[in-house]
């Protein structure tokens, strides 16, 4: 299993931007999914924003296409999501998740908790 620890989150008005972090304590086969999810009070967690490492191309969510954008560091071991023009119904946990060995990485074939095998510990982003 990969340990991944999130860091960046915080509160912000709307309109505003956050970068989430996620390192992961090593990342190897070097095919795997990484993503991000979110998951407000009293709904479930949801899938907003995955790739292939392999290639690093991103699948998002209709929610925070075009505002929010996944990247890779591999030299570091690192994930990020830039989230721009923030707004309230953004406020969540944010997670981020690992798929060891797996290269189907949509965000339709990827979006339940179950297809992920490794998660970080939550970071809050609110907006208000």
């Known amino acids: 299993h990969v340990q991944l620890v999130e860091s960046g989150g915080g509160s912000v008005r709307p309109g505003g931007s956050l970068r989430l972090s996620c390192e992961a304590s090593?990342?190897?086969?070097?095919?795997?999914?990484a993503g991000w999810f979110r998951q407000a009070p009293g709904k479930e967690r949801e899938a907003i924003a995955t790739?292939?490492?392999?290639?690093?191309?991103?699948y998002y969510a209709d929610s925070v296409e075009g505002r929010f954008t996944i990247s890779q560091d591999k030299a570091k071991n690192t994930w990020y999501l830039q989230m721009d023009n923030l707004n309230p119904e953004d406020t969540a946990m944010y997670y981020c998740?690992?798929?060891?060995?797996?290269?189907?990485?949509?965000?339709?074939?990827?979006?339940?908790?179950?297809?992920?095998?490794?998660w970080g510990q939550g970071t809050q982003v609110t907006v208000s």
């Open positions: 998740a690992a798929r060891t060995g797996w290269v189907v990485c949509t965000i339709t074939t990827m979006s339940r908790r179950l297809d992920w095998n490794d």
């Open positions: 090593e990342y190897t086969p070097s095919s795997n999914c």
């Open positions: 790739f292939y490492t392999g290639d690093g191309k991103p």
